[in-house]
């Protein structure tokens, strides 16, 4: 899957950025960013630490605020976002981060209900039926009762990646997914990724592992010198 020019056929981007600065304090880390992402795309982004990768996403979930440029995310425009707004907002996204950030003294379903409680659930039967199809679909029915000190790495981060996938998100956004992971392990996390991909969700996987990118198709975004430049070709 890779970079297409502009096609005024195509549907409308998910994420749509223009003229983006993000800053550090008062240093600018990434200037004037162009980028769009449709429906069903799966991208890499990549950057040595420190190169704005994770603030860029901190962006698209509304934890950093868009000082300068146009940022429209699930159909949200960032730049006139209220405080009120940004829980609808993060409902439209799935966000899954390296350190699993799973409530230890809760149980996988517990977390899940935790998540589906805090988002405006209300009817039990659906609540628990939305858990039993969300861990289905990364593997893991058979968890619901065990704690997350019970599950390995590779179990703790597909129930975040479950967790991620409770309100049905029109894009997932991930930071560093498979940072904490052994290969294998990595290779089923991405694995897992693709086939929500594949089911019509966009993801957009920021990582400083480049071996994926010579395993998985996909377009690659690099965080380079301050800029966000398309770097697909590259690893065509």
């Known amino acids: 899957m ?84 940004i829980p609808r907002l993060r409902r439209r996204l799935g966000i899954v981060f390296q350190d699993f950030q799973l409530l230890s003294d809760r149980s996988v379903e517990e977390n899940l209900w935790f998540v589906l409680r805090a988002t405006e659930w209300k009817d039990p039967v659906a609540m628990r039926r939305r858990i039993t199809e969300v861990l289905m679909q990364v593997g893991l029915e058979w968890a619901k009762k065990k704690m997350p000190h019970q599950l390995s790495g590779g179990e703790q981060q597909r129930v975040a990646i479950a967790r991620a996938l409770l309100n049905d998100p029109l894009i997932l956004l991930a930071d560093e997914p498979t940072g904490n992971l052994d290969p294998e392990v990595t290779q089923e996390i991405v694995a897992l990724f693709l086939e929500i991909n594949r089911q019509g969700t966009a993801v957009l996987i920021a990582t400083h592992n480049h071996t994926l990118l010579d395993k998985y198709a996909g377009r690659v975004l690099k965080c380079y010198q301050g800029q966000v430049m398309d770097a697909s070709d590259a690893y065509a």
């Open 2 to 85: 890779r970079y297409a020019p502009y096609d005024a056929q195509r549907p409308e981007a998910v994420i749509h950025i223009q003229d983006l600065t993000i800053y550090q304090e008062a240093q600018p880390i990434l200037r004037n960013i162009c980028l769009s992402m449709y429906p069903s795309e799966f991208i890499f982004l990549i950057g040595r630490t420190g190169s704005g990768k994770s603030s860029l996403l901190k962006i698209l979930y509304a934890e950093l605020p868009t000082k300068a440029g146009h940022v429209r995310v699930a159909h949200f425009d960032l730049h006139t976002l209220s405080k009120r707004q």
